[in-house]
């Protein structure tokens, strides 16, 4: 069992940065595959990066590929986030998650282990 924890949302205009963390409880994090998603207003769930388990290979929706940077430290035990050129679409509340697959996961339905999410708002 993997517990999952973000935190670093918050409120910030468009154009700045925020990083987002996900702490891991449990020994198991360097063997699962790693996410985020998000979810906006009114919308669905939807892929927003994947890290490998070594951190290696990396993967990131399009509306995000250039501007967000996702790593992990598996002796923190910590995923990280990384969000720079903020735009008010990015507005969602932000969800890490697990895999235990060995590859690169895009969809939701493959993730194992969920946070609470944490809210991300950009104003314009």
């Known amino acids: 069992q993997v517990t999952l924890v973000e935190s670093g949302g918050g409120l910030v205009q468009a154009g700045g940065s925020l990083r987002l963390s996900c702490a891991a409880s449990?020994?198991?994090?360097?063997?699962?595959?790693m996410g985020w998603f998000r979810q906006g207003p009114g919308k669905e769930r939807e892929f927003v990066a994947a890290v490998s388990r070594l951190g290696f290979n990396t993967a990131y929706a399009d509306s995000v590929k250039g501007r967000f940077i996702i790593s992990r430290d598996n002796a923190k035990n910590t995923l990280y986030l990384q969000m720079n050129s903020l735009k008010p679409e990015d507005t969602a509340v932000y969800y890490c998650?697990?895999?235990?697959?060995?590859?690169?996961?895009?969809?939701?339905?493959?993730?194992?282990?969920w946070g609470q999410g944490t809210q991300v708002t950009v104003s314009s």
């Open positions: 998650a697990g895999g235990r697959q060995s590859r690169l996961v895009l969809s939701a339905g493959e993730y194992d282990y």
């Open positions: 449990g020994r198991t994090f360097s063997s699962h595959t």
